[in-house]
């Protein structure tokens, strides 16, 4: 790849790195601010992920479409400046009619690792798009791996920078770290033509994609806003020490993408997803039976590791398999889909954590994973369709 493309990559990744950081800090914090500094139960934590999803959700359509119509470089500043804006709404005010918003704007879900995007997550489509512009097919999983790999990297730096500060104060640091990779933005140079709005020509192929991405959303919504809160609520367990497990666990995460392109070599596509989202599967259906701090913070620690491994794999085929021009709605669509399914399983997991049903949405979890690694095979386990063949 030429030097300029290199350089576009480079000042992508730096504005990846910022806001992972911040994305990890707010992600500790933000539980701890809801349920232990002003007070409130789980059920008004998942209330407030429930509509941060949406939100998500809403707004990563908007900006799938406003990339191919209006413009990749506009839109990927356009909804990179969100996060440091929700994260300062935070700061400068402790109402629970501000935090709402707030948590909106920054996409505060957390049904995504911190290598996956959880925070931020509106950010994620039009993201993927320009890395895909810049790069081609034969390299596309190598920079999906390792951009997925710095997410996680630096978020769970920032989970372990959360202990520097205050709970109050980690917004604010949020704010201004986040903020620190937009201007840069203005200076990428982002090849590709301009869609226009219509009729899809791979929208079979982008159809499958959304109903796995549904079922991946759901499981994820019961799950993973309430893993910190199932330590909290169940173990007692103190922000300090809780922000080391996460350092971990991110980390642990990061490394695993690494290995995405060596799995993708290995096994391929659908055989790699099988494979390690079966074992994460598996480790999150015993993880709340066992109630032995020990056993249960190692599943914590290796579980999400398991799970994001084939993420940029799935990422790359889906670029791989859908037209050049649709390819930011078509990333758009598939969050929607994903998180507007995760944010009926956040509220339902709130509720149920709220009664004390602390063990039933790991239990779901599982029935849903089975569902969604059978319709990966039935979908793409023959043959491969290429981007226009419908």
Not at 216 to 225: C, D, F, H, R, V
Not at 270 to 284: D, E, N, Q
């Amino acid at each position: 790849m030429k030097n300029p493309a290199q350089r576009d990559i480079y000042m992508l990744g730096f504005s990846r790195v910022m806001r992972s950081i911040a994305a990890g800090m707010i992600n500790l914090a933000f539980p701890y601010y809801i349920l232990q500094n002003l007070h409130y139960g789980a059920f008004v934590l998942g209330a407030i992920y429930v509509a941060a999803t949406v939100a998500t959700a809403g707004l990563g359509l908007l900006t799938g479409i406003m990339t191919d119509v209006w413009g990749k470089r506009e839109t990927l500043v356009l909804a990179n400046a969100l996060l440091p804006i929700s994260a300062l709404m935070i700061y400068l005010s402790s109402n629970l009619w501000m935090i709402i918003p707030a948590a909106m704007l920054g996409g505060y879900s957390a049904t995504g690792s911190l290598a996956g995007g959880g925070i931020g997550g509106a950010v994620q489509p039009i993201q993927s798009a320009v890395l895909a512009s810049l790069t081609t097919g034969e390299v596309r999983t190598k920079y999906f791996s390792f951009f997925t790999f710095l997410a996680g990297a630096t978020g769970a730096l920032g989970a372990l920078l959360a202990k520097l500060f205050t709970v109050q104060e980690i917004f604010l640091w949020s704010a201004i770290i986040s903020a620190i990779g937009v201007p840069g933005l203005w200076l990428l140079r982002v090849p590709g033509v301009k869609g226009k709005m219509g009729r899809l020509k791979t929208k079979t192929t982008i159809g499958k994609f959304t109903l796995t991405g549904m079922l991946n959303g759901l499981s994820q919504g019961l799950i993973m806003p309430f893993l910190i809160p199932f330590f909290v609520l169940v173990y007692h367990i103190p922000k300090s020490q809780m922000s080391e497990y996460a350092f971990a666990s991110g980390l642990l995460g990061s490394f695993a993408i690494l290995t995405a392109p060596r799995l993708e070599r290995h096994f391929g596509f659908v055989k790699s997803i099988v494979v390690s989202r079966g074992l994460g599967t598996v480790l999150m259906v015993i993880f709340p039976i066992i109630r032995w701090l020990p056993l249960s913070v190692i599943i914590y620690l290796i579980t999400p590791a398991l799970r994001i491994a084939a993420l940029p794999i799935q990422q790359s085929e889906l670029t791989k398999r859908v037209a050049h021009e649709e390819m930011g709605r078509a990333l758009g669509i598939n969050q929607v889909a994903r998180l507007a399914a995760s944010s009926s399983g956040t509220g339902l997991s709130g509720y149920l954590m709220e009664t004390s049903f602390f063990e039933l949405p790991f239990f779901i979890y599982g029935a849903l994973m089975i569902a969604n690694l059978y319709l990966y095979i039935r979908f793409f386990g023959e043959r491969r369709e290429e981007a226009g063949e419908e």
